[in-house]
């Protein structure tokens, strides 16, 4: 079995910064690409920004020059640095990773976590 655990949510102030972590662990062959995602209220999961293992990195139109991802292939860890923050970024953030479950056959999963929630106030 995967877990996948975030950690780093909670409130901040508008124009303020917070940090997501996202470990997996488990019976895990390799991960090819981690991301994140995020649920406001009322709306669809969006993709928020992604990263593969190669460190090709893709973000939505409105993190961008804000938010940025990372991650540490050794611990098979991903980072969103969550910079200039607004009222509108509250959400709860999901964590995504694509791996390759290490059991014969080789079996691709996406795994999400269980979220942790970013509330930015104004």
């Known amino acids: 079995q995967v877990r996948v655990v975030e950690s780093g949510g909670g409130l901040v102030q508008a124009g303020g910064s917070l940090r997501l972590s996202c470990a997996a662990s488990g019976s895990i062959f390799s991960i090819n690409s981690m991301g994140w995602y995020r649920q406001a209220p009322g709306k669809e999961r969006e993709l928020v920004a992604a990263?593969?293992?190669?460190?090709?990195?893709n973000y939505a139109d409105s993190v961008k020059g804000r938010f940025t991802i990372s991650r540490d292939n050794a611990k098979n860890t991903v980072y969103l640095q969550m910079n200039s923050l607004k009222p509108e970024d509250t959400a709860v953030y999901y964590c995504n990773v694509l791996l390759i479950l290490n059991v014969v056959p080789l079996t691709p999963r996406s795994v999400w976590g269980q979220g942790t929630q970013v509330t930015v106030s104004s």
């Open positions: 990263i593969t293992g190669e460190g090709n990195t």
